[in-house]
């Protein structure tokens, strides 16, 4: 069984024509894994000197490859880099299609694939990142079977500059009156320019702030645009550092339907959506349903519309830019990269059936002090009541019961799904003692979860977690669990917490 190195290679480009958003997403999930205490290096055939500077910055070894991107020779290279590093690969970018995915995995090495919009015909990676708002598991179902997916804005992955913005307070104010734009590292058909020539329509704006990227070919036309009129409101930034207090500064937005869109929301700011690239599309039309106005700036009243828009939204009451703030940010919540670093340092785990045989470790782990602390009748169990209950649900049709093991088969936890007929179940969960602090029970519950929805009737799953449980609410929660409030079980508060077959789909 492949499983994932402390060491992460991430494939990844950027470039004038390509833009820089597939490396800085990966950045993101790379400062991440540096938190658990790991290394990341990039391999990388295209990039800028302003890339390089900024990977630089965070202590990331960038490896230069002579290659063209997705061919046989770029699988051929990653590969042979990730054998001799020891290190699991994640791919970032539309060129690694379904031969480069079966290179990579036939060379026995570990994959995450990036994913926005299921381009590939078949997919090989162990798995699949699409943060999106309308990823959804239809897109990916030529895969393998092993291949799991994390869907959705839970996985939305922020730079670290951003966490620490998390408690922002936004002052909405009765008008707005300054906007951010940003379009991305290099905007090639300039819709930066178009932009600003529609804010200039509209005279509720006091200042606008545009940010672009060092290697944007139009940037010596965009600064003699914004010189040229002192009067005008506009000041442009290259490769501005301080994205989040740019943020926190503005009243609305103008962003392309990249990752931006992510960190926007994350900071609850009202934008408006520009696409610049046909797969930012399906961004924008997701967003539009959470009250979005989105541009297309290859419509020939682009100024106009984007105009109207933003005249709109400057104008709109107060309380619907604060309405439109709450909905965004109750999209993201930060925690993607943890989420998807936990996933990936616990490992995947092995299940198997419960057998006899496991009769003796099932008692010793439930009598353990720590399960019996967490447990809602928190008495020793004696080993006859264990023996009679034991055997009572070992097999039972009622009861859907795994061990998990690791890659070398050893036990290191065990999860039980009590059926009802309504299609109901009830989880009961626990990890070794000597495997706690692993994460694993994450693992765990997501391999579990999706088996039983895959194998059995079950179309909801339900737990019940003691509220001072704060490592297994967490669990709970990173395994996309939805948390619905207090409830009781045998006596005790609880907190309840459910899965939907579909809810679950999508996030996992």
């Not at 950045?27 to 205490?37: E, I, V, Y």
């Not at 480069?100 to 090495?109: K, T, V």
């Not at 996985?155 to 002052?171: C, G, K, P, S, T």
């Amino acid at each position: 069984m492949v499983t994932v190195s402390d060491l992460l290679l991430i494939r990844a480009d950027g470039g004038e024509l390509m833009g820089t958003g597939h490396v800085m997403r990966c950045l993101a999930l790379a400062q991440g894994w540096q938190r658990t205490g790991r290394r990341v290096i990039f391999a990388q055939a295209e990039s800028t000197p302003a890339l390089e500077r900024r990977l630089s910055s965070d202590g990331i070894e960038v490896v230069r490859f002579d290659v063209i991107r997705g061919s046989l020779e770029d699988a051929a290279q990653t590969a042979e880099l990730a054998k001799e590093r020891r290190a699991s690969i994640i791919a970032d970018g539309y060129c690694f299609g379904t031969t480069w995915q079966r290179e990579i995995r036939n060379s026995g090495l570990w994959l995450l694939l990036w994913d926005d919009y299921g381009q590939a015909e078949h997919y090989y990676a162990d798995l699949i990142l699409n943060q999106n708002l309308h990823a959804s598991p239809q897109m990916y179902l030529r895969r393998e079977p092993y291949t799991r997916l994390l869907l959705g804005t839970r996985y939305a992955q922020l730079r670290r500059e951003f966490l620490d913005w998390r408690n922002l307070r936004r002052d909405i104010p009765a008008f707005a009156r300054k906007v951010l734009v940003t379009l991305g590292g290099s905007d090639p058909d300039n819709a930066t320019a178009k932009v600003m020539q529609a804010l200039a329509r509209v005279r509720e704006v006091e200042a606008v702030v545009v940010v672009v990227g060092g290697s944007n070919r139009n940037l010596a036309f965009l600064q003699s645009t914004s010189m040229s009129d002192q009067s005008s409101p506009i000041r442009l930034l290259v490769d501005a550092p301080n994205m989040p207090q740019l943020m926190a500064w503005a009243d609305i937005a103008i962003t392309a339907g990249g990752s931006t869109c992510w960190e926007a929301a994350f900071m609850g700011l009202p934008s408006i959506v520009v696409p610049i690239a046909d797969n930012q599309k399906p961004v924008a039309k997701a967003l539009a349903h959470h009250g979005i106005a989105c541009v297309d700036p290859a419509c020939a009243s682009f100024h106009d519309q984007l105009a109207n828009a933003v005249q709109t939204l400057v104008s709109a009451p107060a309380e619907d830019r604060s309405s439109l703030s709450h909905r965004l940010r109750r999209l993201v919540d930060g925690q993607g990269a943890s989420r998807v670093a936990q996933l990936l340092r616990a490992g995947e785990v092995i299940l198997r059936p419960v057998s006899a045989s496991d009769r003796e470790l099932v008692w010793g782990w439930a009598n353990d002090l720590g399960v019996r602390r967490s447990a809602f009748r928190s008495e020793p169990i004696p080993w006859d009541n264990h023996v009679r209950w034991f055997d009572s649900k070992c097999g039972s049709p009622e009861c859907v019961w795994y061990m998990a093991c690791d890659a070398e088969q050893n036990p290191v936890g065990q999860i039980r799904i009590d059926l009802d007929t309504e299609r109901n179940g009830k989880i009961d969960i626990s990890v070794s003692p000597d495997q706690r602090g692993r994460g694993l029970g994450t693992s765990i519950l997501c391999a579990a979860v999706q088996e039983a929805f895959t194998t059995t009737a079950v179309r909801t799953l339900h737990a019940y977690v003691k509220p001072e449980n704060a490592l297994s609410l967490r669990t709970f929660d990173r395994a996309g669990f939805q948390n619905i409030g207090m409830d009781a079980l045998d006596g005790h508060p609880a907190v309840h917490f459910i899965a939907t077959e579909a809810v679950f789909e999508q996030r996992n």
